[in-house]
């Protein structure tokens, strides 16, 4: 994922109804649609922790920084996943290295 053009238009492609935010369906089908098979639960986990106004809705700032950090720990995950089966044993040092390199 690159440029700032193409996250926008991901999230005006993403805002359905055009109110300038991102339901909580609008972002599921959005991170799907973007290849990221993941559950439901797992989604809306990850929506509220970005949904810094408690709105219900994400903001396109709001947006972009879960699609970054998203994207950024994914490829830091398939380091581990070296199966590329969706699970990986990860030490718990190279865990918190992880997760702290993607804090931006
Ligand atoms: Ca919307």
Do not use: C, H, N
Request: glycine content about 4%; overall charge negative.
């Amino acid at each position: 994922m690159g440029t700032l053009d193409s996250w926008r238009r991901i999230f005006e492609t993403a805002d359905r109804d055009r109110s300038g935010k991102l339901s909580v369906p609008e972002v599921i089908a959005s991170i799907r649609t973007l290849g990221f098979a993941l559950p439901e639960d797992t989604m809306v986990t990850m929506m509220m922790s970005y949904d810094d106004d408690r709105s219900g809705q994400l903001t396109y700032d709001e947006f972009i920084r879960l699609l970054a950090e998203l994207s950024a720990l994914t490829a830091q995950f398939r380091r581990f996943d070296t199966r590329s089966d969706g699970t990986a044993t990860i030490r718990y040092a190279d865990f918190l290295s992880l997760v702290f390199s993607t804090k931006a």
